[in-house]
């Protein structure tokens, strides 16, 4: 199975911070990542797909970039609902293989 | 809007098989265009996914599963299922269906709220 490691594993900001979040995939596949927030409890939510491709409904300030095994998730001016687990996903290679999470709580 | 919602007995014990069924509404599972999936979390851990069925009923299942995977339609209720059989402990996971985009990226769009599952005699 293709190996997605996200990093930091956990990091803690303030609201109106900007946080980036790294992903970076075993093997290249093109564009072929997904992003999703995970609130506790709670189902995960599509944020970006196609590596940079906003979900409708997902506020701007969240913006995705990348492409072969090197991608990040950057959250410009956090709010107080955007404190999640964030994973990254790849599905050009089957099995459909997530990462463990990066954790994003308030400092 | 999409809504999916998954249903099952909240515990199973070990070597049996784990049942659950995923309702959909506001989408068609007769129709392209999506795969239907099931996906885990086991206990704070990250997800794994399951497989996923098409509207062919072609199924597509995670080899790591495989020999105790089969995900199902019913189409005259818009439902499809997941069984899983011969369950250890290892299987306690919070269990989600999703909706599946076909095409670039196959995002998992829709998902539901989950169901726990524990599997304990």
């Known amino acids: 199975d293709i190996q997605v490691t996200q990093s930091p594993s956990s990091l803690s900001a303030s609201v109106g911070d900007r946080v980036t979040l790294s992903c970076r995939t075993s093997q290249a596949i093109s564009d072929f990542v997904n992003w999703y927030q995970q609130m506790p409890g709670k189902a995960p939510k599509l944020v970006i797909y196609a590596a940079s491709t906003l979900q409708n409904g997902v506020p701007s300030r969240f913006s995705g970039s990348g492409s072969g095994t090197d991608f990040t998730l950057t959250i410009n001016s956090l709010q107080p609902e955007d404190f999640a687990t964030y994973y990254c996903q790849q599905t050009y290679f089957s099995p459909p293989t997530f990462g463990q999470g990066t954790k994003v709580d308030i400092k | 809007q999409v809504q999916l919602q998954e249903s099952g007995p909240g515990l199973v014990k070990p070597s049996q098989t784990l049942s659950l069924t995923c309702t959909v509404s506001g989408g068609s599972i007769s129709r392209g265009g999506h795969y239907w999936s099931w996906i885990r979390q086991r206990p704070g851990k990250g997800l794994e996914w399951i497989g996923y069925?098409?509207?062919?009923?072609?199924?597509f299942y995670n080899p790591s599963l495989k020999s105790r995977v089969i995900i199902s339609p019913d189409t005259s209720k818009n439902q499809f299922s997941l069984n899983l059989n011969s369950v250890t402990a290892a299987d306690t996971a919070l269990y989600f269906c999703a909706r599946v985009e076909v095409g670039h990226s196959t995002p998992f769009d829709y998902w539901g709220q989950g169901t726990l599952v524990t599997v304990s005699s």
């Open positions: 069925i098409y509207y062919t009923g072609e199924t």
